[in-house]
C-alpha cells in the first residue's frame, strides 16, 4: 500500500457545522475525487487541511483591504482563523512522507498560527499599517446572497467560513495535527502573523 496526500491544502470542506449549506464547486469536485479514492485498497490516503496560506491571504480578496484601510468581516471579527505559511506546508508534508503508514491519519489539520481579525488588525496596525477599520457585516444576510450566485471563485465563502470560526484548526475547533509533524515545534518553529507582519511592514498586498 502507497501513501496518496490529495490536493486539499486548504479548508475543511467536509465540516461546516452551522454554514453547512454554503457549497462551492471546487469543494464538489474534491469530494467526488475523494469518493474514488476511497474504492481503491492499493492507496492510504491522507487529506492535509492548512487552512489558509498566510502569504496569500491578508488580501482584499478576504476582506483585508491593506491600501483603503479596512478590514470586512463576515458574523465576527472574533472568530479564530488559522493560517499555515507555505514553507511550513512544504515541511510538514516532506515529513508525513517519512512516517510509518500506519501512523498517518487519514486527515491532518495543520495551524500555523491562530489569529483573529481584531488581532490581525492590531499586529498589522504595530507593523506600520496604520489605522484600520473593522466593517462587520451580518452572516446570515451574506449566506442568503452566496446561496444565489455561483463563482469559480470560493473567497467570498470563505470569507464567510473564517467568520463562523469554521477555519480553526486547534483543539477547541476543528483539531490539529501539529504535534504529529512537528512535535513541540522542535523541528522548526512556525512562521506566525508577526513575522508576516514584520516581513511586509504591516501592508501585505498593499499594492494589489
Avoid at 500506519?102 to 489605522?131: C, R, Y
Avoid at 450566485?149 to 476543528?174: C, F, Q, V, Y
Amino acid at each position: 500500500m502507497k501513501l496518496y496526500i490529495p490536493s486539499e491544502f486548504g479548508i475543511d470542506h467536509y465540516d461546516r457545522g452551522s454554514v453547512a449549506c454554503v457549497d462551492h464547486v471546487e469543494w464538489r469536485e474534491k469530494k467526488a475525487h475523494h469518493k474514488l479514492l476511497e474504492c481503491s485498497t492499493k492507496v492510504h490516503t491522507c487529506r492535509v487541511y492548512t487552512g489558509l496560506f498566510m502569504e496569500l491571504s491578508i488580501g482584499p480578496w478576504f476582506g483585508f483591504n491593506t491600501k483603503e484601510g479596512k478590514y470586512e468581516a463576515i458574523g465576527s471579527a472574533d472568530a479564530p482563523i488559522s493560517f499555515t505559511s507555505l514553507a511550513d506546508v512544504g515541511r510538514a508534508v516532506s515529513v508525513i512522507c517519512t512516517l510509518r503508514l500506519d501512523h498517518v491519519p487519514v486527515d491532518m489539520h495543520l495551524s500555523g498560527d491562530v489569529k483573529t481579525m481584531n488581532e490581525i488588525k492590531e499586529i498589522m496596525e504595530k507593523a506600520g499599517a496604520g489605522e484600520i477599520k473593522i466593517e462587520v457585516k451580518d452572516q446570515e444576510q451574506y449566506k442568503e446572497i452566496l446561496q444565489h450566485k455561483e463563482s469559480k471563485d470560493p473567497a467570498r465563502h470563505l470569507m464567510l467560513l473564517m467568520g463562523a470560526s469554521r477555519i480553526n484548526h486547534t483543539e477547541d475547533g476543528l483539531g490539529t495535527s501539529n504535534d504529529l509533524v512537528n512535535p513541540g515545534e522542535r523541528m522548526w518553529k512556525w512562521k506566525t502573523i508577526e513575522d508576516y507582519a514584520k516581513e511586509t511592514k504591516g501592508k501585505p498586498w498593499a499594492d494589489y
